[in-house]
């Protein structure tokens, strides 16, 4: 069935490091990649997505490669700041997203 | 406007028992979701809506897991009777109609099953 593998689970960095979290898809027919966000006691939050026909987006220290070849995707966040600290979940979808299938999460330790 | 709300935030139950689980999506939202996150896994799909049709239920577990929502507003998930394997996070997303793959999540349930 379909699968999204996330790596790392847990990634530690200090303040001002980037991070990058990496994950694989399975159905190559997977067609849109979000990212979510999960902050201490709240749901996960869209912070940026991406979709088939486009290689790379940025919206301000983050931004998300995308390599369909591959099947890989990727997160990066720059200059991180305490508040980055969180569990981010990588996500594939097909089509207009109705079945989202996630990652396990990474839980991002920014230390100050 | 309000965000998705998921009552109970947090339910401790025994083995056997039964719980159920509200929902209530963003008002407007044709489309709602319920997931479960098990221990440090990935968030696991069980359910989607259309109003009050069941679109796709290929995530629910087994048949001791009944999920509703009737007149196409808020949804239940009643989990009768409750293993311990059944404990989790339960989330609740919704989406607008003309969905763009946007899921808007609630704060989740914790269900323990001692």
């Known amino acids: 069935g379909e699968n999204v593998e996330q790596h790392p689970s847990t990634l530690s960095v200090q303040e001002g490091d980037s991070a990058v979290i990496k994950c694989t898809y399975s159905d190559s027919a997977s067609n849109y990649f979000p990212w979510y966000k999960q902050e201490l006691g709240k749901g996960p939050q869209l912070i940026i997505d991406i979709r088939s026909n486009v290689g790379e987006k940025k919206d301000q220290r983050i931004a998300v490669t995308l390599n369909k070849t591959a099947k890989h995707f990727s997160l990066h966040i720059t200059e991180t700041q305490p508040e980055d600290s969180a569990v981010y979940f990588c996500a594939a979808s097909i089509g207009r997203g109705f079945k989202t299938i996630f990652g396990a999460g990474t839980r991002l330790f920014v230390k100050a | 406007e309000a965000g998705v709300t998921q009552f109970p935030s947090h339910s401790v139950i025994e083995k056997g028992q039964t719980v159920t689980l509200r929902c209530d999506p963003i008002s407007g939202h044709d489309n709602l979701y319920w997931y479960r996150r098990v221990m440090g896994k990935e968030i696991k799909f069980l359910l989607h809506f259309v109003k009050e049709s069941k679109q796709d239920e290929s995530g629910m577990p087994n048949n001791r897991f009944l999920a509703e929502r009737t007149g196409g507003t808020y949804s239940t998930l009643k989990v009768q009777p409750a293993e311990l394997e059944d404990s989790g996070v339960y989330f609740c997303?919704?989406?607008?109609?003309?969905?763009?793959?946007?899921?808007?999540f609630g704060e989740g349930s914790r269900l323990t099953v001692l």
């Open positions: 997303a919704s989406s607008k109609r003309e969905n763009t793959g946007e899921l808007f």
